[in-house]
């Protein structure tokens, strides 16, 4: 309900009092300056800055593809997330350097590579069929945030570092949520957040860890993310910079995106049973048959849809341009409303509801699905994202029936990315086809 009190509505209009209606709720802040017309973006100064909303798919066109050169990555963002991302790290790169790291990825990240990754993640999921199968035999839930957390840690590390990070993924986890949550306090903060001693420590955790593991993997011949790195003869600080990019990027937003579509799916029950037929036509699990289960797929991508992990994408103008309509002067921050765009009713039917099987048929505009970004600097990991919660959907329905313990979704906080902040108690039994 809109407030009455004047002071309140002066505080609205006021850069200063904008500002500190994003410090204190960035994902309420893009739901309260939703235009009815989005077809021209939202122009507010918060603080001393000048910014620019956009809830439109062509906005998202024009910047991220037809007028790409004009807009580069948002150095206000950039900044705030260094300690996360590390200063060389993919998250930070443009250019040449950028597009090194993407063609190194892109080489693990063939049908051999994808297989090998399908076979260890199937392995992770089994490790929790135990836990689950005595919850059913005491009628109790299981939360899941913390096993599907470490299924998708666990993972980048076998990605980036060829090494199951199954003894180091609570503390790495909580290092990483911990700078999250201090780059999310910086973002929204007027001034420069001090380097506190919470963020040195979980900085060193994460810095010590990785250290450790690669020294001793390096031995092994099997490639990974870091050896491929080191025979093309990079920097020990550039390599250990897209490490953790590489990790942060890899698990984080992966993981909440896995927890929303867990949530979703144990919702709805015919959904499961559908994803369980599906899976039973294949003899094997690998990728090839994962390639192939189109409902499970569209039901992550759905999911992708509702909740969007990176629920804003941050440019930054560097010469003026035209958007909608509308004159944007060089270093202006543009912000892409990730989730508004998704939910736009003029590109998709019943927009708030979960539709599993929605993706089957094509997108009315190319645009208007901005989960993993678009582009040229489209998420690297798309691939692997996709592999483990479709895998881990897929292995769950296979096995049980759900059902979640609370009828609401998991509370969300903004930090940089979209986290669940409230845990998943879901009640299983043994299905039977």
Same mark, same amino acid.
């Given at each position: 309900?809109?407030?009455k009190c004047p002071i309140t509505k002066l505080l609205k209009q006021n850069p200063i009092g904008r500002l500190m209606a994003? $410090?204190?709720? +960035?994902?309420?802040?893009?739901?309260?300056? !939703? +235009?009815?017309?989005?077809? %021209?973006p939202v122009e507010l100064n918060l603080g001393f800055r000048r910014f620019?909303?956009?809830?439109? +798919?062509?906005?998202? $066109?024009?910047? !991220? /593809?037809?007028? %790409?050169? %004009?807009?580069?990555?948002?150095? /206000?963002v950039l900044k705030k997330i260094k300690a996360l991302s590390g200063p060389k790290g993919l998250i930070q790169l443009q250019g040449e350097e950028a597009q090194r790291v993407r063609q190194t990825s892109a080489t693990l990240m063939n049908n051999a590579g994808m297989d090998r990754l399908v076979e260890k993640v199937d392995g992770f999921?089994?490790?929790?069929? +135990?836990?689950?199968?005595?919850?059913?035999?005491?009628?109790e839930p299981v939360d899941l945030v913390?096993?599907?957390?470490?299924?998708? !840690?666990?993972?980048?590390?076998?990605?980036? /570092?060829?090494?199951? !990070?199954?003894?180091?993924s609570d503390k790495l986890n909580a290092a990483f949520v911990d700078l999250n949550r201090k780059a999310g306090e910086s973002l929204r903060s007027i001034a420069e957040c001090p380097f506190s001693p919470s963020k040195r420590r979980s900085l060193n955790t994460i810095h010590s860890e990785l250290d450790q593991i690669a020294e001793e993997v390096l %031995?092994?011949?099997e490639l990974s993310l870091l050896k491929a790195m080191t025979i093309r003869g990079e920097e020990k600080s550039f390599i250990r910079d897209q490490l953790k990019a590489f990790m942060f990027a890899g698990y984080d937003t992966t993981a909440s995106s896995l927890i929303f579509s867990a949530y979703l799916v144990a919702a709805h029950g015919s959904v499961q049973n559908q994803i369980a037929l599906e899976a039973a036509r294949f003899t094997k699990t690998n990728y090839e048959a994962l390639k192939k289960s189109v409902l499970v797929q569209s039901t992550y991508k759905e999911a992708l849809r509702l909740y969007p992990s990176a629920y804003f994408l941050p440019r930054e103008t560097n010469q003026d341009d035209i958007l909608g309509g509308v004159k944007i002067p060089k270093g202006s921050q543009v912000f892409l409303s990730v989730r508004h765009i $998704?939910?736009?009713p003029d590109y998709f039917d019943r927009p708030d509801e979960f539709i599993a099987d929605r993706f089957l048929n094509d997108l009315k505009h190319p645009f208007s699905f901005l989960p993993f970004g678009g582009g040229s600097r489209i998420c690297i990991g798309m691939a692997l994202a996709k592999l483990e919660a479709t895998l881990v959907l897929q292995k769950l329905c296979e096995r049980y029936e759900m059902r979640p313990a609370h009828s609401a979704p998991p509370e969300i906080e903004a930090l940089i990315t979209a986290h669940t902040k409230s845990p998943l108690p879901v009640f299983f039994k043994r299905r039977h086809l």
């Amino acid at each position: 309900m809109e407030s009455k009190c004047p002071i309140t509505k002066l505080l609205k209009q006021n850069p200063i009092g904008r500002l500190m209606a994003f $410090q204190n709720d +960035p994902y309420g802040f893009f739901d309260r300056y !939703l +235009p009815e017309d989005t077809s %021209k973006p939202v122009e507010l100064n918060l603080g001393f800055r000048r910014f620019f909303f956009s809830y439109d +798919p062509h906005h998202a $066109q024009h910047i !991220l /593809l037809d007028q %790409k050169q %004009k807009y580069d990555k948002s150095s /206000l963002v950039l900044k705030k997330i260094k300690a996360l991302s590390g200063p060389k790290g993919l998250i930070q790169l443009q250019g040449e350097e950028a597009q090194r790291v993407r063609q190194t990825s892109a080489t693990l990240m063939n049908n051999a590579g994808m297989d090998r990754l399908v076979e260890k993640v199937d392995g992770f999921i089994k490790e929790i069929f +135990p836990v689950i199968d005595r919850s059913i035999e005491a009628n109790e839930p299981v939360d899941l945030v913390p096993h599907l957390t470490r299924i998708v !840690l666990r993972t980048a590390g076998v990605f980036v /570092l060829n090494h199951d !990070l199954v003894s180091e993924s609570d503390k790495l986890n909580a290092a990483f949520v911990d700078l999250n949550r201090k780059a999310g306090e910086s973002l929204r903060s007027i001034a420069e957040c001090p380097f506190s001693p919470s963020k040195r420590r979980s900085l060193n955790t994460i810095h010590s860890e990785l250290d450790q593991i690669a020294e001793e993997v390096l %031995k092994d011949e099997e490639l990974s993310l870091l050896k491929a790195m080191t025979i093309r003869g990079e920097e020990k600080s550039f390599i250990r910079d897209q490490l953790k990019a590489f990790m942060f990027a890899g698990y984080d937003t992966t993981a909440s995106s896995l927890i929303f579509s867990a949530y979703l799916v144990a919702a709805h029950g015919s959904v499961q049973n559908q994803i369980a037929l599906e899976a039973a036509r294949f003899t094997k699990t690998n990728y090839e048959a994962l390639k192939k289960s189109v409902l499970v797929q569209s039901t992550y991508k759905e999911a992708l849809r509702l909740y969007p992990s990176a629920y804003f994408l941050p440019r930054e103008t560097n010469q003026d341009d035209i958007l909608g309509g509308v004159k944007i002067p060089k270093g202006s921050q543009v912000f892409l409303s990730v989730r508004h765009i $998704q939910r736009h009713p003029d590109y998709f039917d019943r927009p708030d509801e979960f539709i599993a099987d929605r993706f089957l048929n094509d997108l009315k505009h190319p645009f208007s699905f901005l989960p993993f970004g678009g582009g040229s600097r489209i998420c690297i990991g798309m691939a692997l994202a996709k592999l483990e919660a479709t895998l881990v959907l897929q292995k769950l329905c296979e096995r049980y029936e759900m059902r979640p313990a609370h009828s609401a979704p998991p509370e969300i906080e903004a930090l940089i990315t979209a986290h669940t902040k409230s845990p998943l108690p879901v009640f299983f039994k043994r299905r039977h086809l």
